[in-house]
């Protein structure tokens, strides 16, 4: 299964170089002639949620040259592992509903039933 276009591959080839890869084993190039234009090939699936920071900054920053240290996998005690971005699959998060919540739902079904005097 081809996970990036035909097209982007076959564009890397002729006019990428090659600058590196994550620990993900996503590809990074650059234009070999216009340095500012820089893309990935993703190695399993398309998801930038899922590259590290400091690939994401060499993307969008002006610099052309990669630091030796950009794959160190060095991090704070504070920092958290990134995890990749679960919006919309069975993964997301759903808060519990409260019991709040549920009796004021219960107080408005009884405001809407029909009145009758007795």
Known sequence: MIINNLGTLIYSFF???????DQNG???YIHK???KRKWVI?????????LRVSW???LTNNKTSVSPDINNSDSYIWQKEK???TSGTNNSYHPKISQNTAKKNQKSSNLKEI???E
């Open 15 to 21: 006019y990428g170089k090659k600058v590196g890869q």
């Open 26 to 28: 996503n590809k990074f």
């Open 33 to 35: 002639y216009n340095l």
């Open 42 to 50: 993703y190695n399993k699936v398309v998801d930038p949620t899922s």
């Open 56 to 58: 994401q900054l060499w």
């Open 83 to 85: 995890k990749p971005n």
């Open 115 to 117: 009145w009758s005097p």
